[in-house]
């Protein structure tokens, strides 16, 4: 197989979202309609900045599992803020933002300097975040303000816009989420850090022995991600208000099986955020899709799977087929 075949194979991703938008609109009750379109791009918006973040922690070699419920601690957190201390709705969300991005160090140092296996450290810190956000609220589910109250204007600012806007309920979280795209595609092709993420995914000891302090970008890698699930945390609550404690777990996997069905390689050295957009998309018309065909929860979750074994047999092939070419 050439290098050019093995090109061919990232236009699988986009093909696949194409084809799927076409399916459910051809047999899908309404799924062509503007509503839809707009409920796709809410369930993007928080999912994709998860899986932004996840994207440079997979490319390492690594896995967070955390991720769902550090969104939603950091998300309980900012809304006890708001809720039981009164603080300012802004000053709450950038506690959201900032909970998010401790709990991602914390995922580092223990990842890097501790030299716990990803899986462990972030299991384990999936479980303290569910139970930590539990124990401050006391089992008390928080409730942002919503539209229409003096404090739900943050939701014009990171959900839609306002009906007095010039552009009525426009879906501004979506510019937010193009944003955080560019930047993190910037970060990832265009600066040393993430020339040493590809470098620390492709061969860890080798990345060691050239001069690179591997610790220490590790241990940024995965706060970077925890940064990004706090920014998820900030868009969950403005597109659903109501935040549940003990909750947050399976976010991680949409996030992961959307990382995986964008072609980044889960043996890590591999990547792109382009087609990690694609595969939140994908993720989002399919549950979407199925939702207008009126399939309950559970057949979602079970299409859902089927991709994701899909996209990682397709990734193991990639694999096997490189290395018949590097041999060649």
Same mark, same amino acid.
């Given at each position: 197989?050439?290098?050019? %075949?093995?090109?061919?194979?990232?236009?699988?991703?986009?093909?696949?979202?194409?084809?799927?938008?076409?399916?459910?609109?051809?047999?899908?009750?309404?799924?062509?309609? *503007?509503?839809?379109?707009?409920?796709?791009?809410?369930?993007?918006?928080?999912?994709?900045?998860?899986?932004?973040?996840?994207?440079?922690?997979?490319?390492?070699?690594?896995?967070?599992?955390?991720?769902?419920?550090?969104?939603?601690?950091? @998300?309980?957190?900012?809304?006890?803020?708001?809720?039981?201390?009164?603080?300012?709705?802004?000053?709450?969300?950038?506690?959201?933002?900032?909970?998010?991005?401790?709990?991602?160090?914390?995922?580092?140092?223990? *990842?890097?300097?501790?030299?716990?296996?990803?899986?462990?450290?972030?299991?384990?810190?999936?479980?303290?975040?569910?139970?930590?956000?539990?124990?401050?609220?006391?089992?008390?589910?928080? /409730?942002?303000?919503?539209? &229409?109250?003096?404090?739900?204007?943050?939701?014009?600012?990171?959900?839609?816009?306002?009906?007095?806007?010039?552009?009525?309920?426009?879906?501004?979280?979506? *510019?937010?989420?193009?944003?955080?795209?560019?930047?993190?595609?910037?970060?990832?092709?265009?600066?040393?850090? &993430? /020339?040493?993420?590809?470098?620390?995914?492709?061969?860890?000891?080798?990345?060691?022995?050239?001069?690179?302090?591997?610790?220490?970008?590790?241990?940024?890698?995965?706060?970077?991600?925890?940064?990004?699930?706090?920014?998820?945390?900030?868009?969950?609550?403005?597109?659903?208000?109501?935040?549940?404690?003990?909750?947050?777990?399976?976010?991680?996997?949409?996030?992961?099986?959307? *990382?995986?069905?964008?072609?980044?390689?889960?043996?890590?050295?591999? &990547?792109?955020?382009?087609?990690?957009?694609?595969? $939140?998309?994908?993720?989002?018309?399919?549950?979407?899709?199925?939702?207008?065909?009126?399939?309950?929860?559970?057949?979602?979750?079970?299409?859902?799977?089927?991709?994701?074994?899909?996209?990682?047999?397709?990734?193991?092939? /990639?694999?096997? %087929?490189? @290395?018949? $070419?590097?041999?060649?």
């Amino acid at each position: 197989m050439t290098a050019k %075949k093995l090109n061919i194979q990232k236009l699988l991703a986009p093909a696949v979202l194409v084809l799927l938008y076409a399916f459910f609109c051809v047999f899908g009750e309404n799924f062509f309609s *503007v509503d839809y379109l707009m409920n796709i791009l809410n369930a993007s918006y928080y999912i994709g900045f998860l899986a932004i973040g996840v994207t440079f922690v997979i490319i390492t070699g690594g896995i967070d599992l955390s991720l769902g419920t550090t969104m939603m601690c950091a @998300a309980l957190l900012g809304g006890a803020a708001y809720n039981i201390w009164h603080w300012n709705i802004w000053v709450s969300l950038a506690l959201v933002v900032l909970v998010g991005t401790l709990i991602g160090l914390l995922n580092g140092v223990l *990842v890097a300097y501790f030299n716990l296996p990803p899986f462990i450290a972030t299991l384990g810190t999936q479980m303290m975040g569910m139970g930590f956000g539990a124990v401050v609220t006391k089992v008390m589910t928080m /409730r942002y303000p919503t539209i &229409g109250t003096p404090d739900g204007a943050f939701k014009y600012v990171f959900y839609k816009t306002s009906n007095t806007f010039f552009l009525k309920g426009f879906p501004i979280g979506a *510019v937010w989420l193009a944003l955080a795209f560019f930047v993190a595609y910037l970060l990832l092709n265009k600066t040393k850090f &993430g /020339r040493y993420t590809y470098a620390m995914g492709s061969n860890y000891e080798a990345a060691r022995l050239s001069g690179i302090n591997t610790r220490k970008w590790k241990t940024l890698v995965y706060t970077l991600c925890g940064l990004f699930c706090g920014l998820a945390g900030v868009f969950y609550a403005a597109v659903y208000t109501s935040i549940i404690p003990a909750s947050g777990s399976g976010y991680e996997l949409l996030a992961i099986a959307g *990382v995986v069905i964008g072609g980044t390689s889960m043996t890590g050295g591999s &990547g792109t955020l382009t087609g990690t957009i694609i595969g $939140v998309f994908v993720m989002s018309v399919l549950k979407q899709g199925l939702m207008s065909m009126g399939l309950q929860a559970h057949w979602q979750n079970f299409f859902t799977g089927l991709v994701v074994i899909g996209a990682v047999l397709l990734d193991q092939y /990639r694999i096997k %087929k490189l @290395a018949q $070419v590097k041999k060649q």
